[in-house]
């Protein structure tokens, strides 16, 4: 007998009501007693382990009974002196078992409403986290785009370029403090007196636009910025220039690097 025979033929109920032979019940007494860890492991009574962890009794048929657990012996059975009684084993075996599955649903409940739970705190704490940088670069953006007295002055000289460029001519990275730009553009190309300029953003968001700007005795065209007035980014600057006919014509481009 092993254990697999022992779980597998319900040995130990049919211990408890008397239905082995007297082979069986021999053999499932002495592997208890060659067991004990496996006996107690058992879902039975402490005091019916207790009697499968003693000695066989002399001239018993069984070894631990005075007789075999069957209906016809059972009276020998209840007249032992601890008044032990397999009809009451077997029922506190049940209610044994009963507990043991409420605990076990109630600790896989219980593990389910943890693991929800965890779930839970995850997913809000993914949440927050989002908001938060959410809420970091709005208040980034919105410092960046706040008007801010300039503390110095920073003159700049710029060549334009004939065709729209793709990245920045002038790169003055993120300046802070704000500065007062003060941005010189060469014009001594030409005979034309008065410009025009265009300043948009690179997804095309227009900034502002100065007209008839007219170029000075160092054939410059001169304008003066405030650098707060950007939020970080590449700016578009686009000059034309005015002819006779009051009409605006290509002159050239530049790009402003504020990052």
């Given at each position: 007998m092993?254990?697999r025979?022992?779980?597998n033929?319900?040995?130990?109920?049919?211990?408890?009501?008397?239905?082995l032979?007297?082979?069986?019940a021999?053999?499932?007494e002495?592997?208890?007693?060659?067991?004990?860890a496996?006996l107690?492991a058992?879902?039975?009574?402490?005091?019916?382990?207790?009697?499968l962890s003693?000695?066989?009794?002399d001239g018993?048929e069984?070894?631990?009974?005075?007789?075999?657990?069957?209906?016809?012996?059972?009276?020998?059975?209840?007249a032992?002196?601890d008044?032990?009684?397999?009809?009451e084993?077997?029922e506190?075996?049940?209610?044994?078992?009963?507990?043991?599955?409420?605990n076990?649903?109630?600790a896989?409940?219980?593990?389910?409403?943890l693991?929800?739970?965890?779930i839970?705190?995850?997913?809000?704490g993914?949440?927050?986290?989002?908001?938060?940088?959410?809420?970091?670069?709005?208040?980034?953006?919105?410092?960046?785009?706040?008007?801010q007295?300039?503390?110095?002055v920073q003159?700049y000289?710029a060549?334009?370029?004939?065709?729209?460029p793709?990245?920045?001519?002038?790169?003055?990275?993120?300046?802070?403090?704000?500065?007062w730009?003060?941005?010189?553009?060469?014009a001594?190309?030409?005979k034309i007196?008065?410009?025009q300029?265009t300043?948009?953003?690179?997804?095309?968001?227009?900034?502002?636009q100065?007209?008839?700007?007219?170029?000075?005795?160092n054939k410059e065209?001169r304008?003066?910025?405030?650098?707060?007035?950007?939020?970080?980014g590449?700016?578009?600057?686009?000059?034309?220039g005015?002819?006779?006919?009051?009409e605006?014509q290509?002159?050239?481009?530049?790009?402003?690097g504020?990052?």
């Amino acid at each position: 007998m092993d254990r697999r025979y022992i779980e597998n033929e319900h040995v130990v109920d049919r211990y408890l009501s008397g239905d082995l032979t007297v082979r069986e019940a021999r053999e499932f007494e002495k592997f208890c007693l060659d067991n004990p860890a496996f006996l107690q492991a058992l879902p039975i009574p402490v005091r019916l382990k207790t009697r499968l962890s003693r000695r066989p009794v002399d001239g018993s048929e069984t070894g631990v009974f005075e007789a075999i657990p069957s209906s016809s012996t059972r009276a020998v059975m209840e007249a032992v002196d601890d008044d032990f009684d397999p009809e009451e084993a077997r029922e506190e075996m049940r209610r044994s078992g009963s507990g043991f599955a409420v605990n076990r649903a109630l600790a896989m409940g219980l593990g389910l409403g943890l693991l929800i739970a965890a779930i839970a705190a995850v997913t809000f704490g993914l949440q927050v986290r989002s908001l938060s940088e959410q809420l970091q670069v709005a208040a980034r953006e919105q410092t960046s785009t706040q008007m801010q007295p300039p503390g110095s002055v920073q003159r700049y000289k710029a060549q334009l370029v004939k065709a729209k460029p793709e990245r920045p001519t002038l790169a003055l990275g993120w300046i802070t403090p704000a500065q007062w730009l003060d941005i010189s553009i060469d014009a001594t190309e030409g005979k034309i007196q008065q410009f025009q300029i265009t300043i948009d953003k690179a997804d095309g968001v227009r900034v502002m636009q100065i007209k008839r700007i007219m170029r000075d005795s160092n054939k410059e065209v001169r304008f003066s910025l405030n650098s707060s007035a950007f939020g970080p980014g590449d700016y578009l600057v686009k000059v034309d220039g005015y002819n006779w006919r009051g009409e605006t014509q290509p002159v050239g481009w530049m790009m402003l690097g504020l990052e």
